[in-house]
């Protein structure tokens, strides 16, 4: 057997794990990674996007109200670093990690993110406060899928 054999095995069997999870996932997938050892498997879908929905002409402008909401690609958020299930707290019936409100820093764990029965933790790449929870607690998420919405600190805040 030459020494590439265990390699393709390893891949055969990362082949089998990702087609496995891709299964058992709900909603479109994104992009798989799975690693055993030097052996990495990636794959990337291009989903095609939606047309968005054609606006609605409204009944009576004068009784509905207005609200423009700051859009999540306008704020920095904590983004899932995989496709699993995201998890507010180390625990169940724990405290999450945080709340609106709560200032983190950089590094600072404010969720777990579970896939094929591994805890991902996901930390906050930058400092900030947390204003919105995107994600309910035990919902599926996809990668890069904004997790925490934080608002930039001020010299205040720091």
């Known amino acids: 057997m030459s020494g590439d054999g265990g390699a393709e095995e390893v891949l055969d069997g990362l082949s089998r794990h990702a087609r496995k999870l891709v299964a058992e996932l709900a909603g479109p997938v994104r992009r798989v990674r ?5 052996t990495v498997l990636e794959v990337e879908w291009h989903h095609p996007v939606p047309p ?18 700051v859009p ?9 670093p995989v496709v699993g299930t995201f998890y507010r707290s180390p625990e169940p019936g724990a405290a999450p990690f945080v709340v609106v409100g709560d200032v983190v820093r950089p590094g600072q764990v404010v969720g777990i993110v579970e ?9 906050a790449g930058q400092a ?4 919105e929870v995107l994600v309910e607690d035990g919902k599926p998420v996809e990668y ?3 997790l925490i919405a934080l608002e930039p600190l001020t ?3 720091a």
């Open 155 to 157: 010299g205040r805040d």
């Open 144 to 146: 890069d899928q904004p």
């Open 115 to 123: 896939a094929m029965k591994l805890m991902n933790e996901v930390a």
């Open 34 to 38: 799975l690693r055993s050892g030097e």
């Open 52 to 69: 968005a929905p054609a606006p609605r002409a409204e009944a009576d402008p004068v009784t509905a109200p207005r609200v423009e909401p």
């Open 128 to 131: 900030g406060r947390v204003v």
């Open 72 to 80: 999540v690609a306008d704020r920095p958020a904590v983004r899932s």
